[in-house]
């Protein structure tokens, strides 16, 4: 069985530019949810998407967006990239709203330069 | 005050030492406590989850939780340099989402 998988795996990008990350979820499960995660530092929590509605919001500016489609595989979205963006970008996966542990993807690795 | 504090390390053993990680936190709503294991380059791996107080054993690693001092433990037996990772203590609470500490990088040294 695939587990989580992400595209692009890395991606080097301009400040100002747009950049949408993709995720698809292990079959079966319904629940994505986003992190960010600094070099260094623990994942942070961006979104979660379940059954195709926002569930939850970390404390990320309105710059980052995301959806999640019928598939239930997600986009996450940042507009107006600031060299800060840069970072790990983590989608994991559950089978309901994540009560029992997240299965994470390997990650896109953004550098805004 | 974060939310939840691990000591970064980073921390190096000899192959077969005994290896203890550790996370306080601050929420007494958080629940259910796991530990990730991240290598380099790749997303974190769910090693153990627990729900509220006590002790889970999965072959060499044991979680601990003692939520009266709001004290995350994981102790891995025979350490071997295949454990060599970032070790990363998440909590959870009511919500979806995860509250993880900073990590510990983890060396065993063959």
């Known amino acids: 069985d695939a587990g989580v998988t992400q595209s692009p795996t890395h991606l080097i990008k301009t400040r100002g530019q747009h950049v949408t990350l993709r995720c698809s979820p292990i079959?079966?499960?319904?629940?994505v949810s986003w992190y960010q995660q600094v070099l260094g530092q623990g994942p942070q929590f961006i979104f979660q998407?379940?059954?195709?509605?926002?569930?939850g919001r970390g404390n990320f500016p309105d710059r980052f967006s995301a959806r999640q489609f019928p598939n239930y595989s997600s986009e996450l979205n940042v507009n107006a990239l600031l060299l800060g963006d840069s970072a790990l970008y983590l989608c994991?996966?559950?089978?309901?709203?994540?009560?029992?542990?997240?299965?994470f993807g390997s990650g896109t690795r953004l550098t805004v330069v | 005050q974060k939310e939840v504090e691990q000591d970064p390390g980073p921390l190096s053993v000899p192959e077969g030492a005994i290896v203890s990680l550790n996370c306080t936190y601050s929420?007494?709503?958080?629940?259910?406590f796991m530990w990730y294991r991240q290598y380099s380059r790749k997303g974190p791996e769910l090693l153990m989850y627990?729900?509220?107080?006590g002790n889970k054993e999965d072959g060499r690693f044991t979680a601990q939780v003692d939520k009266s001092s709001k004290y995350i433990s994981l102790f891995i037996r025979d350490s071997q340099p295949s454990d060599s990772a970032t070790y990363l203590c998440?909590?959870?609470?009511?919500?979806?989402?995860?509250?993880f500490g900073k990590g510990t990088k983890l060396t065993v040294n063959p």
């Open positions: 994991a996966s559950t089978r309901d709203r994540g009560l029992y542990g997240y299965t």
């Open positions: 079959s079966g499960h319904k629940s």
């Open positions: 998407y379940y059954e195709k509605e926002e569930r």
């Open positions: 929420n007494s709503a958080f629940q259910y």
């Open positions: 627990t729900y509220s107080s």
């Open positions: 998440a909590t959870q609470g009511g919500s979806e989402k995860l509250v």
